[in-house]
């Protein structure tokens, strides 16, 4: 097994690539190792000093540190741990249905809109970057959003938001004033 790995927008996170799906369906994302259990895999990874965060995408992990460790010492027991997990045959997640959060959102017409931009314009370009970004709520003319993977604690990610994801919503839906983070 060929696990590649890729730099990410975020120096303090790794994009890890098994070569196979990670999740079935949305993406999982551990803060820390509390929570941890539900995923055999993430747990393991918690247990190497050093990891901060744990971010599970469709093909894709996401790995961030903490400042203390570098990569040089990080990686190669990083990469173990993942290799161990995918050719043990354990599942990544115990309980795969609760991977996709807000999914029985009731939607009213914009944010049927604003979510639909979201999942066809900028979750793919931030998912090549090993992260994501989760509709929270619309509220008096702003987009709530949640930061995941390298997107979380990235240092572009203000400007990915303003910049980009607030000017796209701004130009497709008028009722969007401002995007912020949640």
């Known amino acids: 097994m060929f696990i590649q790995t890729e730099e990410t927008p975020n120096p303090a996170t790794l994009k890890f690539l098994p070569g196979r799906a990670v999740v079935e ?3 999982v994302d551990f803060a820390s190792s509390e929570g941890a259990a539900r995923s055999p895999l993430a747990d393991r990874l918690f247990k190497i ?3 901060a965060r744990v971010f599970l995408g469709q093909d894709f992990v996401t790995i961030t540190k903490s400042d203390q ?3 040089a010492v990080l990686k190669p027991a990083l990469l173990g741990v993942i290799m161990e997990h995918f050719v043990s045959g354990q599942p990544v997640l115990l309980d795969e249905g609760a991977a996709a959060p807000g999914a029985d959102d009731e939607d009213d017409e914009i944010v049927a809109q604003i979510k639909d931009l979201l999942e066809t314009r900028v979750r793919p370009a931030v998912a090549q970057d090993g992260g994501d970004i989760i509709f929270d ?3 008096d003319g702003v987009v709530y959003l949640h930061m995941q993977g390298s997107c979380s604690g990235c240092p572009s990610s203000t400007a990915t938001l303003k910049m980009g994801i ?3 919503l701004r130009h ?3 009722e969007v004033m401002e995007v912020r983070p949640v």
Do not use: A, L, Q
């Open 25 to 27: 369906s949305g993406n």
């Open 49 to 51: 000093e050093g990891v």
């Open 69 to 71: 460790k570098d990569w």
């Open 137 to 139: 709520s619309f509220k």
């Open 166 to 168: 607030e000017n796209m």
């Open 172 to 174: 497709y839906v008028p």
